[in-house]
């Protein structure tokens, strides 16, 4: 996947090595190679590979990653905003995402 | 198990008119329901019979696959959630856990041929495993609903499911071993992968945990992309015809018909640049963006549309036809991000912030170039 790449510096991913107890589950569910196990301590070493699909944080026993998971999708994107400025804005379908 | 019926010829069966009876029916078959064709037989557990399913695919698979993935019966595309089985499972037996997305049961039994394993199909209400996680259907509390529901425990031996690495977004492991007391083991991202990692003593290597997006994996979704457009297009072609009538004599149905088709082909244009050229083309395209990407396919397309227009066309309208070309392509190009399998939301939202400004502001202005060529020629 290292040929696709997507915006840089936009992940709302974050690693709190402090609570990290290096069990390496990030780096068992991260489909994306984000993290390695470095001396019993997760370490982040690809941040713009995130897709913020939330995986890690959910599996994270202690907590220690955050991250806003979500659909990257423009069609979600758009009923998010219309939910948000019409209120009562019905939720249909409409193509594009998952 | 049951035995399987065999099939006896008697007397009744003498042709009296027309083709022969077909034969009987399966002892299988339940007033009031329908007998998958796929399911062999009715394999007897502690929990009751589970049906045995075929590992190879027919024409109902492949004409399922054809259908869904071009948009046909796609929110249809369900099977039944509970346990399966394929081969002879025991109590020792893996247990493989899925969505009920037709595409994704079918895909799973064709990966496992050969093996002795069970499915734990799970309600996802239909969508696939990857998307129904990112909106947690493929969720802890179904997973941990099913476990319990198909009575697991008195199926299997041993307390371990092996559920698709996609599933993690929705799932958390140890909330399902603390409620079930089965392990969840994190298989390959493709079912391709998975007799490997069960042969491997369950041990994925990196390979197996990365996901793809290979020139094939993006070509096959470019049906269901265009399978959303009927209703928009519809719509735009309504007000092309409109703004295409716009002249000196106030509106001319002929003129109108006659320039709103190429204004329609200028909207192909786009879609096919958008929705078809950037996805397959995706990572030569310049830009992270994809709706910078878009806007390369678009030239592209702007480029052969107005060497076919040209000798008809005015300065004024090429550059009219040009822009919603690029407007269009840049905005499917951006739509495609909701398909792929590596891009954020806090990307995508940031992409759109930036560029819908700029395909509403050139489609706008491909209008009002376009009423005005109308009105000056």
């Known amino acids: 996947m290292k040929q696709f790449r997507y915006l840089k510096n936009v992940t709302t991913l974050k690693l709190n090595p402090e609570v990290c107890i290096g069990c390496g589950m990030c780096t068992n569910v991260c489909p994306h190679g984000v993290f390695i196990q470095n001396s019993r301590k997760a370490k982040i070493v690809d941040l713009n590979g995130c897709m913020e699909c939330g995986a890690c944080a959910l599996n994270c026993p202690t907590a220690a990653i955050s991250v806003t998971p979500g659909v990257g999708c423009a069609s979600y994107i758009i009923q998010t905003w219309v939910k948000a400025y019409v209120p009562g804005a019905n939720n249909s379908k409409s193509g594009g995402c998952c | ?377």
């Open chain 2, 1 to 377: 198990m049951l035995p399987m019926h065999t099939d006896q010829s008697t007397a009744d069966d003498e042709v009296c008119c027309g083709s022969p009876p077909a034969p009987p029916s399966s002892r299988n078959e339940r007033p009031g329901y329908v007998l998958l064709p796929f399911v062999t037989h009715f394999a007897n557990t502690a929990a009751g019979p589970v049906p045995i399913v075929k590992t190879n695919w027919g024409r109902n698979e492949w004409a399922d696959t054809i259908k869904v993935r071009t948009g046909i019966g796609r929110d249809e595309a369900k099977i039944a959630p509970g346990l399966y089985g394929v081969g002879k499972p025991e109590a020792e037996a893996p247990v493989l856990v899925s969505a009920n997305y037709k595409l994704s049961f079918d895909t799973l039994r064709k990966c496992i041929d050969g093996l002795d394993a069970w499915i734990l199909v799970i309600d996802t209400r239909g969508i696939n495993v990857w998307c129904a996680a990112g909106k947690q259907l493929f969720g802890t509390a179904e997973v941990i609903r099913l476990v319990k529901a198909t009575r697991l425990d008195k199926v299997v031996a041993h307390r371990r499911l092996i559920l698709p690495q996609f599933g993690a977004t929705g799932v958390a492991a140890r909330t399902v071993k603390k409620e079930t007391g089965f392990e969840v083991i994190w298989g390959p991202v493709r079912a391709d992968d998975i007799k490997m990692f069960i042969e491997n003593k369950f041990h994925a290597d990196n390979d197996m945990r990365r996901v793809t997006f290979s020139t094939l994996e993006r070509i096959v979704l470019i049906p269901v992309e265009l399978s959303f457009l009927p209703k928009p297009t519809l719509w735009f072609f309504i007000a092309a015809f409109l703004l295409s009538g716009i002249s000196t004599e106030i509106f001319s149905f002929g003129t109108a018909w006659a320039r709103s088709l190429m204004v329609m082909s200028a909207y192909f244009g786009g879609v096919f640049a958008g929705a078809a050229l950037s996805p397959t083309f995706l990572p030569l395209l310049p830009g992270r963006a994809f709706s910078i990407k878009g806007i390369f396919t678009g030239i592209a397309a702007t480029a052969l549309l107005l060497f076919l227009f040209d000798g008809t066309t005015l300065f004024l309208e090429k550059i009219a036809l040009g822009a919603v070309t690029v407007a269009i392509s840049s905005y499917l190009a951006m739509n495609f991000t909701g398909s792929t399998p590596f891009t954020s939301p806090s990307g995508v939202e940031k992409e759109m912030r930036l560029a819908m400004p700029f395909q509403a502001g050139g489609l706008l202005a491909g209008a009002v170039l376009w009423v005005w060529a109308g009105i000056v020629s």
